[in-house]
Structure formats: C-alpha cells, structure tokens
C-alpha cells in the first residue's frame, strides 16, 4: 500500500502483559513519529525518529515504553507491563524529506490498544 | 499552562456560515504552525499550513497566524456539513522537529 501501515489495528490485553505495535511507514519517508490518543484527548507526542540521529525520547511517559526503528523504515513501540492507563489509539506518522521542518505528517490508522 | 491550547468545543454554526477556530501556543520560538482535521474514528489529515504573520488562504480555508499575541486561528467559510470534525492545531517547537497537538475543537455544521 502508499500508506503509513500499523498492525494490529485492534489489541486487547491482560494488565501486565506486554504488547509490540508496529508501524511501516510511507517508503522514502525519513521521519517517523508515535504519538497516542486517549478517548476525547488530543495527540500526546511519544517517541520522533528522524534518519540517523537519535530519537526525540521525551514524550515517552514511563521507561515501560520503548520504541526502535529498524533500518530507517519499520518502527516497533512496545509497552511493558501495560496498565489500564495505557488503554488509547497509538497513531505512527511518517514525513517526508521536504516535509521535515514544515509539518506535514501522513498517518496510519492507528492501533487500538485496551487493557482489561 | 498546555504548550497548545483550543477550546473543546463543541462549536455549532448553520451550513453555510463562517466556523472560527482559535489556538494559542506557550513556547514564544515557535515558528511552524498547522491545521488538521480528523473525521471521528478516523486519523488526522493535513489542511493547512503558516508559517509567517498574517493570513493564508485555500479555497474556503484561511489560517491566520499572530505571532506577537501567540494565536493562530483557522477560519472555514461556506461551512458545509462534511466540514463537521475536530480539528487540531499542531505547532513546531523551535529548533526540535517534535510537532505538538493541541486537544481539538470539535465542529458540528448543521444542514
């Protein structure tokens, strides 16, 4: 597909299971970001992956979360030891060369994570 | 005091009418500022983007940006019911590529 691809779309979990989202974003693109969503709130910014450099950590809210990028294309976000506080939408963006520095993010669908 | 901050909403005009939505930013070197509309259930899109003082326009879209009062504002006219959405201000911190969402106000334009 053209698009940011994420799976799975849907997870349901156990509190204290851990779980791996994955994002593949849009070929060529060169920056990739996570951000969450929780039920009625705005984006909360996670992890920016940027080419080489070293991610952006900062939105990171616990060292539960890590995420990795693998060969400046596919990204893996994995939360240990999930929490009901972690139940949300995990939205990937990707971002073109010429859009870095102007904004312009494609995003996935998302992954639906709920922790029972 | 949030980094991005919109007003929730809801925000209801008739179909045809002029929607305003406002956002202001805390962090003084912002310098890129963007407009996106999410449809519910779905992922957000990119509508609009400013990066200099006074207005832009595309077609019935038009981001005004105030960086001195710290509000950029995204006026819809000719407002049509598939324009109903929560639509998100986004703003580029300085120097860090990390871009930061406010919380969305949500449009309702009725027939």
């Known amino acids: 597909g053209a698009g940011v691809s994420q799976s799975p779309s849907n997870k349901v979990t156990e509190k204290g299971k851990d779980v791996e989202l994955r994002c593949d974003p849009i070929s060529g693109h060169t920056a990739l970001y996570w951000y969450r969503q929780s039920l009625g709130q705005g984006l909360e910014f996670l992890i920016y992956?940027?080419?080489?450099?070293?991610?952006?950590k900062s939105g990171l809210p616990s060292d539960r979360f890590s995420a990795e990028r693998t060969g400046g294309s596919v990204s893996t976000l994995t939360i240990q030891r999930t929490q009901q506080e972690d139940s949300a939408v995990y939205l990937c963006?990707?971002?073109?060369?010429?859009?870095?520095?102007?904004?312009?993010?494609?995003f996935g669908e998302g992954s639906r994570l709920t922790v029972l | 005091q949030k980094e991005v901050e919109q007003n929730s909403g809801p925000l209801s005009v008739p179909e045809g009418a002029i929607a305003s939505l406002n956002c202001t930013y805390s962090?003084?070197?912002?310098?890129?500022f963007f407009w996106y509309r999410q449809y519910s259930g779905k992922s957000p899109e990119l509508i609009m983007s400013i990066y200099s003082n006074g207005d832009k326009e595309d077609g019935r879209f038009t981001a005004q940006l105030n960086k001195a009062s710290q509000y950029v504002s995204l006026l819809i006219r000719d407002s049509q019911p598939s324009d109903s959405a929560t639509y998100l201000c986004?703003?580029?911190?300085?120097?860090?590529?990390?871009?930061?969402f406010g919380t969305g106000t949500r449009l309702l334009v009725s027939p």
């Open positions: 992956f940027q080419g080489n450099s070293a991610p952006d």
């Open positions: 963006a990707s971002s073109p060369p010429r859009g870095v520095g102007t904004g312009e993010l494609f």
């Open positions: 962090d003084r070197v912002s310098q890129s």
């Open positions: 986004a703003v580029r911190q300085g120097g860090f590529q990390k871009l930061v």
